[in-house]
């Protein structure tokens, strides 16, 4: 089952939007996607409550936000996407991107976030290069 993690370090950097784009092209085709917003605002969760009701349903998963470690996406899913918050770092930053199949950072271009960027993506070949039997990371989305 693909498991595609949206994570930055910077808050406001598209993660929810890019999400949500991704979960709906993924319903869009027919799977039976799971969209989990591991981010205290839920900005993901309150898209997913105004979907209309005519379109592929998308789940979610019934967790507190600080506890997505311990979610399991719903019987059927065939599909993950899980936003991140920003200041992912540490321990969870490990946990959540070593479930992912895919790791795409949403990126700006002002230099100030482009350091920040940086920094997570370094910090993510790092990870990448610790464990070996993930397989399919890459790719970022600028905005």
Request: net charge positive.
């Amino acid at each position: 089952m693909p498991v595609i993690v949206i994570a930055n370090p910077k808050g406001g950097a598209g993660k929810s939007t890019l999400s949500t784009n991704v979960a709906g092209f993924f319903a869009s085709q027919g799977h039976a996607v799971m969209l989990g917003d591991a981010d205290v605002q839920q900005s993901s969760r309150l898209w997913l409550s105004l979907r209309p009701d005519n379109v592929t349903r998308i789940t979610t998963w019934e967790l507190q936000a600080d506890l997505v470690l311990t979610a399991k996406p719903p019987k059927g899913t065939t599909h993950v996407v899980i936003d991140t918050p920003g200041g992912l770092d540490g321990w969870r930053f490990k946990e959540v991107l070593g479930r992912a199949e895919k790791n795409h950072g949403a990126h700006h271009a002002q230099h100030f976030r482009h350091v920040c960027s940086t920094k997570f993506s370094n910090q993510t070949a790092r990870n990448h290069t610790q464990q070996p039997h993930q397989s399919g990371r890459g790719g970022y989305a600028g905005r």
